[in-house]
């Protein structure tokens, strides 16, 4: 069997794939480039005096230091100097790094928070947002800030602008406010995050959102088109000497719980169980993690969709384990063609045990290494199998960089001997592939290539699947190519690919207007095309769409939409997925929609999004769809919000008139910025489904919880079924 890129494979896959010139021909147009805003230096210094974090600015040593202030206006339009003025402090000592900012209200109001939940929405609240590049590669980092009403954010951050906020870490910090400003204090230590020994330049950011002016601002200058998490566009902290070296830090979490549990078609199901987690730092930058016995009933549950989709929807992953330094694992290939997808592990099964050893091995290499063991289950003859996942990146030019994973699922013992066992349990599954990410230093150009290849016990032909695409965005166009070629005989079980055995042509392109003045700040069309073919570039379905956006200064947004379809359906397909009849493999289908969607702004206590679609469907059919997002805020305690999505299909018989409502209602109530009350309710018509979830958090002690979960799921006439769970677990941080 053929290597991934052997000497017959490369050249066809370079012909193939014509984006592979285009994006080596991009790589010349900013290889090297100087990191933009080099000029923007902020001189932090070491102090001896106490600084009391109350969020008050009177402490001695804040008389003293550098400040960062002169903020440049990012939205509504990044033409000057913000309105909104604001000051940044910082200063360290041998355990944190000390920060004070403060934000004065040029406009007069009250401020606007959701919730004192963590890691709130971005665009929900008037808020302050730090970022730190430590490597200074313009591509990794941290984030940290908090709201106006002092509910605390953090998190990873990868792909030079892209967060990850299920990370947490120990820090503490307060607000405080008056009618004229409001202040955020806070005390990082050193040991919380991982930074290279003995650097003196740090890549550095401030922003600032604040609702009352439907302002966003930057220390930094920086295009409105890109987010101010760009650590491209950041600046510099100038460290008076090195920080301190970074010492081994060793966490132990361990947890126990007690559930008690009940479905109508088994016996109750009472647990206790104990697991934990064990943190390393194996050197100041690359962590080591264990999991013994995990357990995630405190996960938050899905939300529930309408499906009308000829393939598999895409979940995203909740557990906590699987979504530390995820980008290292999850962002390689494409959304929809996927190698690794961590929601494989442990669908239905016990996960006994893992590891994963993650991070920056220095400044031009990032690893990581997984590996995951499930148990057996005798009743269905599953074996316990082995998941283990390798990803390797290299950093190149600026701020591109080249990619290397293996995936490999191995059953490892078999409870019961049939060979047809090994029929629905493959032995083996094995993906590996190279990627290429662009990302230039002016950060205007992206795009990626990568090719993959798939090994299986009765796998046939090659089993490669390739793609490349590149992207440009400036401040008034946007636009870009791609191409996917996915081959029949590829396969990746630990991955998420819904479509097999297609190449995919599709391209987009669009264009903002400015307005001088008035109540619109951009407005303007994009024109989107994808054309899917199969292996011998036959037709099998396309779809074309014109759209048009409006921006407003208030945050509010419409947007119009039409777009022409057509499929050939290559396999039997309900398309009620109600389990009504399937139409033919082979039959063809074209109709026409035109959609229209409407966000408020988000200042309003009231909030709400508002949605529509009218158009053909399958067999000259019609399909009507309403959707609405409805919100409610007691700032900043409590926050309601409803979901609602009603689907209205008209089909000849035998599927004729078709209905589907799907609901659902959450209730986050935020007692203070520790204790946490949410209650998700669902109700979907299609699978008739009813669902409740509400869990209870005490953060009783910095990243230590008390969950108390309660989950009930019923099945609606005339399916039957019902079960519900009680779950009190507590879990504890230990650290050196």
Not at 175 to 194: G, H, N
Not at 240 to 262: C, H, M, Q, R, W
Not at 470 to 493: D, F, M
Request: zero cysteines; glycine letters at 6%; charged letters at 20%.
């Amino acid at each position: 069997m053929s290597g991934p890129l052997d000497r017959n494979t490369m050249p066809k896959l370079v012909n193939q794939n014509p984006l592979f010139y285009m994006l080596v021909m991009t790589i010349a147009l900013s290889a090297y480039g100087q990191k933009k805003n080099e000029a923007f230096r902020l001189n932090i210094r070491k102090t001896n005096l106490p600084v009391v974090i109350d969020g008050v600015a009177d402490d001695m040593v804040w008389k003293t230091t550098d400040v960062a202030k002169d903020f440049f206006m990012v939205l509504p339009m990044d033409e000057g100097k913000a309105n909104e003025r604001s000051e940044i402090r910082m200063t360290y000592d041998d355990k944190n790094i000390y920060l004070i900012a403060t934000f004065y209200n040029t406009t007069k109001g009250k401020n606007f928070v959701e919730s004192l939940r963590r890691d709130f929405s971005f665009g929900k609240n008037d808020n302050f947002l730090l970022f730190i590049d430590p490597f200074n590669n313009k591509t990794t980092g941290f984030t940290f800030g908090s709201n106006a009403a002092g509910a605390q954010w953090d998190g990873t951050m990868f792909a030079g602008s892209s967060v990850d906020l299920n990370w947490d870490s120990k820090w503490v910090s307060a607000v405080q406010r008056d009618e004229d400003k409001w202040v955020f204090e806070m005390a990082l230590p050193f040991k919380s995050i991982r930074y290279k020994d003995g650097v003196k330049e740090w890549g550095i950011n401030f922003s600032r959102l604040d609702l009352k002016s439907s302002e966003k601002s930057s220390w930094t200058p920086i295009g409105r088109q890109f987010p101010t998490s760009s650590l491209a566009l950041a600046g510099v902290l100038v460290w008076d000497e090195p920080p301190p070296s970074p010492k081994v830090n060793f966490s132990l979490i361990p947890y126990t719980l007690g559930t008690i549990a009940e479905d109508i078609n088994e016996q109750s199901d009472n647990e206790l169980k104990v697991g934990g987690d064990i943190k390393f730092s194996l050197s100041s930058s690359l962590n080591l993690d264990l999991t013994i016995n995990p357990d995630f009933s405190q996960v938050e549950v899905d939300r529930q969709v309408t499906n009308l989709d000829r393939f598999e929807l895409f979940f995203p992953e909740r557990r906590q384990f699987f979504l530390e330094n995820a980008d290292l694992f999850a962002s390689f290939g494409y959304q929809d063609i996927r190698p690794f997808f961590s929601r494989r592990i442990g669908l239905g099964v016990p996960i006994r045990a893992g590891a994963r050893v993650s991070g920056n091995l220095n400044e031009n290499w990032r690893l990581g290494l997984m590996d995951m063991q499930t148990a057996s289950v005798t009743s269905t003859g599953r074996p316990s199998q082995n998941f283990g996942v390798l990803s390797l990146q290299r950093k190149v030019f600026s701020r591109s960089s080249i990619g290397l994973m293996f995936v490999n699922k191995q059953s490892v013992s078999y409870p019961q001997e049939a060979d047809s066992l090994k029929t629905v349990f493959p032995e083996f599954n094995r993906n590996i592939g190279l990627e290429y990410n662009l990302a230039s230093a002016d950060n205007l150009w992206s795009g990626k290539a990568f090719v993959l290849k798939s090994f299986a016990p009765n796998q046939r032909g090659n089993g490669l699947t390739q793609a490349a695409n590149l992207e440009y965005k400036s401040r008034k166009w946007n636009w870009g190519l791609q191409e996917e070629s996915v081959g029949e005989e590829y396969t990746a079980e630990v991955g998420f690919v819904p479509r097999r055995g297609y190449i995919n042509l599709s391209a987009f392109a669009g264009h903002l207007f400015f307005p001088k003045k008035g109540k619109i700040v951009s407005h303007g069309p994009s024109l989107r095309t994808s054309y899917f073919f199969n292996s011998n570039f036959e037709r099998t379905d396309n779809e074309n769409s014109l759209e048009y956006e409006i921006n407003f200064r208030n945050r509010s947004q419409l947007e119009f939409e039409g777009s022409k379809e057509f499929v050939e359906l290559l396999s039997p397909f309900d398309p009620t997925r109600s389990g009504k009849d399937s139409l033919a493999t082979g039959t063809r289908h074209r109709w026409n929609t035109l959609k229209i969607e409407y966000d408020a702004k988000p200042q309003s206590l009231f909030t709400y999004s508002l949605g529509a679609q009218y158009g053909g469907y399958y067999l000259e059919g019609t399909r009507l769809g309403l959707m609405a997002e409805l919100g409610y805020r007691f700032q900043p305690f409590v926050s309601l919000s409803s979901n609602l999505s009603y689907n209205h299909l008209d089909m000849p018989a035998p599927w004729n008139t078709t209905e589907f409502w799907l609901i659902g209602s959450e209730v986050d109530i935020t007692f203070t910025n520790t204790l946490f009350f949410a209650n998700l309710f669902q109700y979907n018509e299609q699978s008739r489904n009813f669902n409740l979830n509400s869990r209870l958090q005490w953060r009783y002690k910095p990243a230590s919880d008390l969950f108390l979960v309660y989950t009930n799921n019923q099945l609606i006439s005339p399916l039957e079924g019902r079960s519900w769970s009680l779950t009190l677990k507590l879990n504890y941080w230990f650290n050196n």
